[in-house]
């Protein structure tokens, strides 16, 4: 059983405009929350994190909102680049010392 | 700057071999993994390790075994190698497995091994 889901396994953005990557997850006790981006032949690499005890984060073009009533988490992008072309991993804890839940990616291409 | 240094970026193997991915990190974590990302499945868990000669499986275990004799030192290993095994393996380190500060775990280059 899927605990965090990522619905689309892609999206195409135009350059400048705003990229919205979305994950749902189904256990109410996970209490952090991450974005990975991974591009192809390397490693993941961390983006943006957010608390349960939020409902946003901001990092310079990168936004996470949480509507923890929904079980909802998006990752917004904006303006979005060529640069961000790659395949983006939600992922979720529990805290404490249990490994992160991956969701399955979304491959997010943004055209010139 | 964290690096977690997987030893061998490509590699084809024959069904049946006995197969070692080696995984290093450099910045004292207590925490080590070992993921597989295959199309259309994520990143799966098959082992991970809270400390040196500790290990706790994964989501997806079967097929593989792990050694940690060193707490810079992760290996994985497949007993013997079969085709439905044939994927971009990924390893992993973290101070902690799922935060508090950040749950930020620091991945490898990865490991893309192909299994005729």
């Known amino acids: 059983d899927q605990q965090v889901k990522q619905n689309s396994p892609s999206l195409s953005v135009q350059e400048g405009r705003i990229s919205i990557l979305n994950c749902d997850y189904t256990?109410?006790?996970?209490?952090?929350f991450l974005w990975y981006k991974k591009y192809p032949a390397e490693g993941p690499t961390f983006l943006i994190s957010?608390?349960?005890?939020?409902d946003k984060n901001e990092d310079g073009r990168f936004t996470v909102f949480l509507n923890k009533s929904a079980k909802h988490l998006s990752l917004h992008i904006v303006p979005s680049q060529p640069g961000d072309s790659a395949v983006y991993f939600c992922?979720?804890?529990?805290?404490?010392?249990?490994?992160?839940?991956f969701g399955k990616g979304t491959r997010l291409s943004v055209i010139a | 700057d964290v690096k977690v240094t997987q030893s061998s970026r490509y590699l084809v193997k024959r069904t049946g071999e006995k197969v070692f991915l080696e995984c290093v990190q450099d910045?004292?974590?207590?925490?080590m993994f070992w993921y597989r990302q295959d199309p259309g499945l994520g990143l799966r868990l098959i082992y991970f390790?809270?400390?040196?000669?500790?290990?706790e499986k994964g989501d997806i275990p079967e097929g593989y075994s792990v050694s940690r004799e060193k707490k810079e030192r992760f290996s994985l290993i497949l007993e013997s190698a079969s085709t439905n095994q044939t994927s971009m393996y990924l390893c992993?380190?973290?101070?902690?497995?799922?935060?508090?500060?950040?749950?930020?775990?620091?991945f490898g280059e990865g490991s893309r091994l192909t299994v005729l």
């Open positions: 992993a380190s973290s101070l902690l497995a799922g935060g508090p500060i950040t749950g930020e775990l620091f």
């Open positions: 957010i608390s349960s005890i939020k």
């Open positions: 992922a979720a804890t529990l805290g404490g010392n249990t490994p992160l839940v």
């Open positions: 256990n109410s006790m996970f209490d952090y």
């Open positions: 910045m004292d974590h207590e925490n």
């Open positions: 390790s809270y400390d040196v000669k500790m290990k």
